[in-house]
């Protein structure tokens, strides 16, 4: 028994043979449900999207199947404002919330492991905003910061703000609405990386003549950057393309509308598919370029 | 303090002083005063978790003495941040910086010093523990004692005035442990560094250190060159912990104005007093395995020999150079004796009756007794 298994006999070395072939069968047939989820729920919207985006009007007002490579120029004309105003406030938003973020996820994560209760309550209080719909919550802001709001109210008061300005409607009401709702995506993905860093990594860098500063950029930067490219990601990409925050009814207005709104009342109200199809994949096209380039970057592609 | 930006000319003393440190619930180091003066070798040895690593985590900075002061140098650095001491050390646990290769992680405390050519003395660092050829690679692909071999050359290579090395060879194997030591003994001896150096390996710590220091439970137990520490332990613990010994309990009986007799087993075993930490009462006194001649018949009477016996002996190893013959002795219990292999094989066999004899300046009288350190753990 002992000498055939380690013999040259014809069955363990076919069997051997026959592994590999196996276990790629086994990796398909695990890798099918998702397979059928990206057919089904990504691949076939994908392309009724694109199909939709070259659909031509005809004079009654009905659509159909074309190759009018015109809805893109035109929608990219026509938007291109609200496009790159998207993305500034996407980068801002981001940008705000990162530096809001990360020492706040640092102290959970790190000063706070002596006091595990602390540490729990303040996660709690980082996720407590979910239990309240995100709706609820902007329109709480809309409130707020309205023109009979406390905030405008003790603003004028203070002359920080003239008798006729308002919060509500400005690009800074969209900005701040947009980071307020995206904080806790990306504090979490931070708070993961940083509850893990390893704190003998700070002391070698200390004994290693680095000072705070030195540490914190040279060795707890790039130890948490996992956590920070998920966390812009994370917020970056659904700033973009929101739709809320810059909505009317919400806390924008016409000065400050986004591509989302756009698209939004392009279709469903306005019954455009062909420019709000356009607009979408143009929106997606470029957040794929810029999140790749960033990714590239930031010397994370393992995290794709 | 700010790091100076040139390598130490010579090496710092460090001074402990009523040091100690309590955690939570548990004292790590109780009372210690310690002065290594500049450019010595300085060994601590000692069981696991006595308080070696929290001892060098003091020094260090990483950690804040309850009570005491910290002298390098001269000068007071106890409420000092670590990256403002000039010291370097070698970590128990590496703690390699992940995100960086192997060179980066040598080079990076000459970069925060401003240090000229930086790659070029990390370079250098990685040749001497011969692993130049891995720069590039990031630590987690290298084995357990490559890694280690990185953080040596990683703390080696600032020339700090005062090197703290936590088991620095602890993951290699004898050959390449040999070789750094000898390598660590080189650099130490060139610029005249001062070593501080845990060790579990009472080899290592007695073949590199000028001064051993035995630790256990937070206090020194005993300090001194090498030879000293083993020739004359002071205490059952150090007796026991480097090396072996034998060690008998009984009363003085008699005692001379330059030695004492302590009764054995119905024997006189006789102690230098210059030899023995106490002079009266029950002692303790002890004697090394290689000190003791085995004997086949009873000696006969010499003033200036201790002997032991009749006893059996139930247990014979062979081990290559010498021989361990375990003999029991009744009323005394066993003993425990090192024999040259100066003929082929072991001179009595299992069984045989025999006596034990020893110069009676090899013996030593302990401060303790076996039955009391046992009773204090
Ligand atoms: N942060 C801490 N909190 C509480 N107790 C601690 C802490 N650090 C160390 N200790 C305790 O202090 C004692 C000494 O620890 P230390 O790490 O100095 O041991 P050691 O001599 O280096 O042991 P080893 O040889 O196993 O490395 C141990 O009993 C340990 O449990
Ligand atoms: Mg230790």
């Given at each position: 028994m002992a000498i055939t298994a380690f013999g040259a006999g014809g069955g363990p070395a076919a069997a051997v043979d026959a592994a590999p072939k196996r276990r790629s069968w086994v990796a398909l047939f695990l890798l099918l449900p998702g397979i059928l989820y990206l057919v089904l729920f990504f691949i076939v919207p994908l392309v009724s999207l694109i199909i939709t985006s070259l659909e031509t009007q005809s004079p009654d007002g009905a659509f159909a199947y074309g190759f009018q490579w015109q809805n893109y120029v035109d929608s990219v004309g026509t938007f291109g404002t609200q496009i790159w105003r998207s993305f500034f406030f996407a980068i801002l938003a981001t940008v705000i919330a990162l530096l809001f973020s990360y020492p706040l996820a640092y102290f959970i994560g790190v000063k706070a492991r002596r006091w595990p209760l602390l540490q729990s309550f303040m996660l709690i209080l980082v996720v407590a905003?979910?239990?309240?719909?995100f709706l609820l919550r902007t329109l709480a802001w809309k409130t707020i910061l309205s023109d009979d709001g406390p905030v405008v109210s003790a603003l004028k008061g203070l002359s920080l703000?003239?008798?006729?300005?308002?919060?509500?409607?400005e690009p800074i009401a969209v900005v701040f609405g947009l980071t307020y709702n995206f904080i806790p995506f990306m504090c979490l993905p931070i708070y993961t990386t940083l509850e893990r860093l390893d704190i003998r990594y700070l002391e070698a860098s200390s004994d290693l003549y680095a000072g705070g500063w030195a540490t914190f950029r040279k060795v707890t930067i790039p130890l948490s950057l996992p956590g920070i490219v998920s966390g812009t990601l994370l917020t970056f990409i659904p700033a973009a393309g929101d739709y809320v925050n810059a909505s009317q009814d919400f806390l924008g207005g016409t000065s400050s509308t986004m591509i989302g709104n756009v698209i939004q009342s392009n279709f469903l109200?306005?019954?455009?598919y062909p420019v709000a199809a356009a607009l979408s994949i143009v929106l997606m096209f470029v957040i794929l370029v810029v999140v790749s380039v960033y990714v590239k970057r930031s010397g994370t592609d393992d995290l794709l | 303090m700010t790091p100076q930006n040139s390598f130490a000319d010579s090496g710092a003393d460090l001074e402990l002083t009523g040091i100690s440190k309590r955690f939570p619930g548990f004292t790590?180091?109780?009372n210690l005063d310690l002065t290594i003066p500049a450019g010595s070798f300085f060994a601590l040895l000692g069981p696991s978790g006595c308080g070696k690593t929290t001892t060098l985590r003091l020094v260090a900075g990483l950690e804040e003495p309850t009570t005491g002061q910290i002298l390098i140098g001269g000068k007071?650095?106890?409420?000092?941040?670590p990256y403002q001491r000039p010291v370097n050390t070698v970590f128990q646990s590496y703690a390699?910086?992940?995100?960086?290769?192997v060179l980066d992680n040598v080079a990076f405390g000459l970069k925060r010093r401003r240090m000229s050519d930086p790659i070029g003395k990390a370079h250098e660092a990685l040749r001497l523990v011969e692993l130049d050829h891995l720069?590039?690679?990031?630590?987690?692909?290298?084995?357990g004692g490559q890694q280690q071999r990185v953080a040596l050359a990683r703390a080696v290579v600032?020339?700090?005035a005062l090197l703290l090395l936590?088991?620095?060879?602890?993951?290699?194997?004898l050959k390449l442990r040999r070789q750094m030591q000898l390598e660590l003994k080189t650099i130490q001896n060139e610029v005249g560094l001062t070593f501080v150096h845990v060790t579990h390996d009472q080899e290592e710590a007695m073949t590199m250190a000028d001064t051993v220091a035995v630790m256990n439970k937070g206090r020194i137990e005993q300090m001194g060159a090498p030879e000293d520490l083993y020739e004359l332990p002071h205490t059952a613990f150090v007796a026991n912990f480097l090396g072996q010994s034998n060690l008998f309990t009984g009363p003085v009986s008699s005692s001379t104005s330059n030695s004492i007799s302590v009764e054995v087993g119905g024997r006189r075993i006789v102690v230098p007093k210059d030899r023995a930490q106490v002079h009266d009462g029950t002692v303790t006194i002890g004697v090394r395995p290689e000190k003791l001649t085995l004997l086949t018949a009873a000696p006969?009477?010499?003033?200036?020999e201790n002997v032991i016996g009749p006893g059996r002996v139930i247990d014979v190893s062979f081990s290559g150079v010498s021989t361990q013959y375990v003999v029991a002795v009744p009323g005394v219990g066993d003993i425990i004796v090192f024999a040259q292999n100066?003929?082929?094989?072991?001179?009595v066999e299992v069984g045989a009756e025999v006596w034990m004899s020893w110069t009676v300046d090899h013996g030593f009288g302990l401060s303790d007794s076996p039955e009391l350190v046992s009773a204090g753990a």
């Open positions: 905003p979910f239990f309240i719909s703000l003239g008798p006729q300005a308002h919060i509500t409607g109200v306005q019954e455009n | 790590a180091i109780e007071d650095l106890t409420r000092t941040k390699l910086f992940p995100h960086m290769t720069a590039g690679r990031k630590p987690q692909q290298l084995s600032n020339r700090p936590d088991e620095p060879l602890g993951a290699l194997d006969a009477n010499d003033s200036g100066m003929v082929f094989g072991p001179v």
